[in-house]
Each structure stands twice: as structure tokens, then as C-alpha cells.
């Protein structure tokens, strides 16, 4: 008899002592996550300055500058409309003398830039995309060549607005 009570005891510490399958539980939770993406853009040009060198009228009716490389990035929505454009801060001037600034073409290229004539009073297009991206181009100014002009160094400042709504 003390055996079979010794392994009934045994068996009952065994049981109570031994995991249970039923006693498993599990519990869940969640998180919200949220990132701002806001309206971005940048504009890198090649280049600070634009020279023209003297020429002959004649032999050369327009003087062409280098390339200047024209960098976009933009972040917006995907039917944003990306626009670059330039304004002239007033004509081409020496001192007193000065030259149109309607004399300052540009031709481009690149994939969305556009050619166009320099103005000081509306802001012309030079590039316009849709939606986020880098597009990258040239811009190659030219300066109409002329007798009329006056002896002198003539400077502007072009003014370039990158917008991304």
C-alpha cells in the first residue's frame, strides 16, 4: 500500500507542476505611425556669372556664353506642377548706357527645360515638370550683337524662383 500511495503522490506532484496547454495566453497592441513629407526644392546652377566676350557685329550677330548646368530637386504631389523661372533685375547696364534686356536669349536642354528672352518685369519659364524628381539641364545665353551699343562693361542680375506647391 505504500507504494501505491508514494506513486499516486508522485503523479499528482507531476501534474500540478507541469505546464498546462490551456494556460496559455496572448495579448496584442498596436501603434500609429506618421511621417511628415512636406513640399521641397532646390536649385543648384553650374554656375555664379555669365560672360560675353567682344566680338565683330558682323562676324558675330550674337555672342553665345558657356553652358551654364542647371540642377533641379523637387518634392511634391504627383500632379504638382514644378515650375523654374528667371526675371531680370532691369536691362543690361554701364553705367548710364545700358542694353534691352530682350538682347538676352537663352536656348536649353534637358528633358522639360525651354528656350525663351530674358524680361525685367515678368518672370519667364525656363523649366516645368510634374511631380516629385531631379531633372537636370543646360542653359546657354546669348547676347544679340550690335554697332549701337556704347563702349563699357554691362552687368544684370538674373533672379531664378524654383516653386514646388
Request: charge should be neutral; glycine fraction near 6%; avoid cysteine.
Given at each position: 500500500?505504500?507504494?501505491a500511495v508514494l506513486s499516486g503522490?508522485?503523479?499528482a506532484l507531476v501534474l500540478m507542476g507541469a505546464p498546462s496547454a490551456f494556460a496559455q495566453t496572448t495579448d496584442t497592441g498596436a501603434i500609429n505611425v506618421t511621417a511628415n513629407v512636406n513640399a521641397k526644392a532646390k536649385l543648384t546652377l553650374g554656375s555664379a556669372s555669365?560672360?560675353?566676350?567682344?566680338?565683330?557685329p558682323d562676324v558675330s550677330p550674337s555672342i553665345a556664353?558657356?553652358?551654364?548646368n542647371v540642377a533641379v530637386k523637387t518634392r511634391t504631389s504627383?500632379?504638382?506642377?514644378?515650375t523654374l523661372t528667371v526675371l531680370a533685375s532691369g536691362d543690361l547696364t554701364s553705367g548710364s548706357d545700358n542694353i534691352g534686356i530682350g538682347n538676352l536669349t537663352w536656348t536649353a536642354g534637358g528633358s522639360g527645360f525651354q528656350a525663351g528672352?530674358?524680361?525685367?518685369?515678368?518672370?519667364?519659364t525656363v523649366g516645368s515638370w510634374t511631380g516629385s524628381g531631379s531633372p537636370?539641364?543646360?542653359?546657354?545665353?546669348a547676347l544679340a550683337n550690335s554697332?549701337?551699343?556704347a563702349t563699357g562693361t554691362y552687368t544684370v542680375t538674373l533672379n531664378y524662383t524654383l516653386t514646388a506647391p
Open positions: 500500500m505504500k507504494t503522490a508522485i503523479a555669365v560672360t560675353f566676350a567682344d566680338a565683330d556664353a558657356t553652358a551654364v504627383a500632379a504638382g506642377n514644378v528672352t530674358s524680361n525685367k518685369t515678368t518672370a519667364q537636370s539641364g543646360t542653359q546657354t545665353y554697332w549701337a551699343y
